[in-house]
């Protein structure tokens, strides 16, 4: 079985509190962008993992792939399986690509033993690869709360619009990210701004990462105010970074406008 899984950018993201478990309460929408991955899942003889692509960083044993076939196989019996994963998404972008790939290998694994999980049961078990990974179990936008595992609805349409992403050869690991950062309630509400439309977001959806990633990585600052100069209607950094996109009212091609960076654009589905 082949599948696409696809990456995020998060409209708005605050960090609310740190957690008496270490992680920290936040408050963010995930949006699905249409950057992939090419995972397959075959049933096999012995189990096995390769990948092809862009480097990934780590032991294969890490990986969130073989994490969900492990964490599926405590509850079910499984027969082995052979996982090819083609990385295409940028890693430490903080577009979340290796959490896609984890909940879309549950996703494979579900169909492919026909276990009849239910979407809510889906989504438990990738809370537990990881925080952003339940939003990859379903294909729309979502308001997230928690470490990012608790979501609920929310309406945003950026049909019709372009996108636009930059990953620069810059990596920000999250504990780096997250080490700058000083918790704080928001002043206004992600979901309001979200659904007040993008003409406000300029001035007030913010990502609270950015003010300490950008004194460390300036060159990450220049990207997003690049991209404003190249006329995006909204430009910000995505999770904890590095990557940076801009959402644009209609078709521009700007891969010569960042020289060194991968750059990937599409229509906005």
């Known amino acids: 079985m082949v599948s696409f899984p696809p990456c995020k950018i998060n409209l708005g993201l605050h960090i ?10 936040l408050i963010t929408c995930f949006y699905p962008v249409p950057w992939t991955d090419i995972l397959e899942v075959i049933i096999a003889d012995t189990f096995s993992f390769t990948c092809s692509g862009n480097p990934i960083p780590g032991i294969a044993e890490e990986n969130l792939c073989v994490k969900a076939y492990a964490l599926l196989k405590e509850d ?3 027969a082995p399986v052979k996982i090819h994963l083609h990385k295409i998404i940028p890693t430490g972008a903080g577009l979340g690509g290796g959490s896609a790939d984890g909940a879309y290998t ?5 169909t492919i033993f026909k276990l009849e999980l239910s979407q809510e049961r ?3 078990y990738a809370a537990l690869l990881g925080s952003d990974c339940s939003f990859f179990i379903q294909d729309e936008s979502m308001l997230a709360t928690g470490r990012g595992e608790i979501l609920s609805g929310i309406q945003v349409n950026l049909s019709n619009k372009y996108i636009v992403l930059v990953k620069p050869g810059i990596h920000v690991s999250t504990a780096e990210a997250y080490g700058g950062i000083h918790p704080r309630q928001p002043l206004q509400s992600i979901a309001q701004l979200v659904s007040d439309g993008i003409e406000t977001w300029r001035l007030f959806l913010k990502n609270d990462f950015e003010e300490s990633v950008f004194k460390k990585y300036p060159a ?11 006329g995006a209607l909204y430009a910000s950094m995505s999770g904890s970074g590095a990557a940076v996109y801009g959402i644009f009212e209609a078709e521009v091609n700007l ?10 654009s599409a229509p906005i589905p």
């Open 220 to 230: 990450i600052e220049d990207i997003k105010e690049k991209l404003y100069s190249l």
């Open 255 to 264: 891969a010569s406008q960042f020289p060194g960076a991968t750059v990937w």
């Open 16 to 25: 609310i509190d740190k957690r008496p478990d270490g992680y920290h309460n």
């Open 122 to 124: 889906l989504m438990a």
């Open 106 to 110: 549950l996703r494979s694994l579900n």
């Open 76 to 78: 079910f019996r499984l």
